[in-house]
């Protein structure tokens, strides 16, 4: 099982980050655990319950502010499953419209539920150029 679920564990986070890029938020929202925990170096301090994350979204959304993406690719993964949890570690290339790539180092824990792969923790960190 841990060859098969590293590879949907490895589809889901490329399928998320496509959701994204194409502005699709339910289904950005479906590859997320209904008590997901979100800390990510541009946020306003963890988010620590779905809840902060859609207000947080909602706002920036609403203010015209939501990252507008070429693409966002994961790279490098590295996943580790044990049983019904699993780790990905991997660095996200974000391309925005017209402006340099940025690359982050991201983890996310997630819990096979009711038969899918969902982010249950996602920690991601801004490296600076040439890091």
Known sequence: MTLDAAADIAAAIDDLYAAFVAGDRARFDGHLH???TTWETHLPGPLRTRAELDAY???R?????RPVMDTLTARDKRIDVWGEVGVARYVLVAEPHGAPAQHTRVTDVLRHTRGRWLIAHHHAELLSEGA
């Not at 959304?61 to 502010?65: E, K, L, P, S, V």
């Open 34 to 36: 209904p008590d997901v």
């Open 57 to 59: 979204r909602d706002a």
């Open 61 to 65: 959304d609403g203010a015209g502010r």
